[in-house]
């Protein structure tokens, strides 16, 4: 008799944010960076996307629903994921002919994010990782993290790292056909669990140049851009990592504030320029650089991603410093601002079905 059994596998992955930023394909086919990259990966708690994943003889073709609502799965990345996982599906299933042919079967995914997904906070990067991770475990692959990070990577590059928790860096690789461009950790989020941050949501506007499109025009038009490769990131990289490994903050937000700075100044150095930043965007890097001036410390460090919301990496001890200074001057001036904030700290990678 024919199987008619649904198989199906449900996920949740956390948002990461970058300390060191990706921007710039070397290969936009197998994305593939220019530079090497380093994030955070933030609480699942505040921040997650929650993924089922099925797949049965009698589905007739791929689907995706995101939040309700059908999505193009005939897209290239997706396209990519779906490939790569049935191919290591395969391989199990040549293996051993007693395992169910999944391989051969149409796949259902449904996804769901608990934070607007317009609002530019990483939504790519959670929901590829959940995607990639909800097959793999639909397909009971052995694979680690860190290879799962390669078929995650072409879903959408920032979303490699997002398949562990704690402090990842995305290490760009040499190989030409990406089998070194993968995420490894750098330390588990228990080495430095005093680290907390807070996301204005200055705009839930889905923004106006994605970072696909603007990473590419930046690659092709700015010279600033090659000297940031080249000269910089290598340089940030290891300067992020050994922070992170004394728990440094004064390091760590001067690399942090250093590197956002320095993409967006790539992104206005770019033909026709992008400009991501906006009014309140800059008043919260004053606030922060007001804050830490007059604390004769590093108190905060702020980071932007391709949007105008701002990210600030604390210590649990400067919470009320950090919430209380930004709050006094930023809520005033910003009514949309007020109170939409959300505060999270790294966290694990936590696998569980949710
Ligand atoms: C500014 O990972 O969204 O957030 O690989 O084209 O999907 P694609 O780009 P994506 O770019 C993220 C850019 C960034 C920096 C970062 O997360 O490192």
């Not at 994943?53 to 009698?58: E, K, L, M, R």
């Not at 906070?121 to 959670?126: I, N, P, R, T, V």
């Not at 879903?155 to 690789?173: I, K, N, T």
């Not at 320095?262 to 400009?275: E, K, S, Y």
């Amino acid at each position: 008799m024919a199987d008619k059994k649904i198989y199906s596998a449900s996920t949740t992955a956390p948002v990461n944010i970058a300390i060191v930023k990706y921007w710039g394909k070397r290969d936009t086919k197998l994305n593939l960076p220019t530079n090497s990259s380093l994030s955070v990966t933030l609480s699942q708690a505040d921040l997650r996307t929650h993924t089922t994943a099925a797949c049965s003889s009698t589905f007739t073709e791929n689907s995706l629903w995101l939040n309700g609502e059908a999505q193009d799965v005939s897209g290239a990345r997706q396209t990519a994921c779906f490939r790569e996982l049935k191919a290591l599906r395969k391989k199990l299933e040549d293996a051993n002919p007693f395992l169910p042919k999944l391989s051969e079967y149409f796949v259902h995914v449904v996804s769901e994010n608990n934070f607007p997904t317009a609002a530019g906070l990483a939504s790519s990067a959670a929901g590829f990782a959940a995607l990639v991770r909800a097959i793999a475990d639909l397909y009971e692959l052995p694979e680690s993290p860190t290879e799962l990070s390669k078929i995650a990577r072409q879903g959408s590059g920032s979303a490699c790292r997002s398949l562990f928790g704690g402090y990842v860096a995305w290490e760009m690789g040499q190989a030409a056909d990406g089998s070194d461009s993968c995420a490894v950790e750098v330390a588990p989020a228990s080495h430095w669990p005093e680290m907390k941050a807070v996301i204005l949501v200055v705009s839930a506007a889905k923004k106006g140049v994605s970072s696909t499109a603007g990473m590419q025009a930046t690659v092709n038009t700015s010279a600033l851009f090659t000297y940031r490769f080249r000269n910089v990131v290598p340089k940030t990289m290891e300067a992020m990592k050994a922070a992170i490994k004394n728990k440094d903050f004064e390091q760590f937000a001067a690399h942090t504030m250093a590197d956002s700075n320095q993409f967006h100044a790539v992104c206005l150095d770019t033909t026709p320029p992008i400009f991501y930043m906006n009014g309140v965007s800059r008043a919260a890097i004053r606030a922060v650089e007001a804050l830490n001036t007059l604390e004769g410390r590093a108190v905060g460090a702020y980071t932007f991603d391709a949007g105008p919301n701002a990210v600030i990496y604390y210590q649990e001890k400067d919470e009320e410093k950090v919430l209380g200074f930004l709050g006094a001057l930023l809520a005033p001036e910003v009514a949309e601002w007020a109170g939409k904030y959300a505060k999270v700290a790294p966290e694990g990678y936590d696998n569980r079905p949710f």
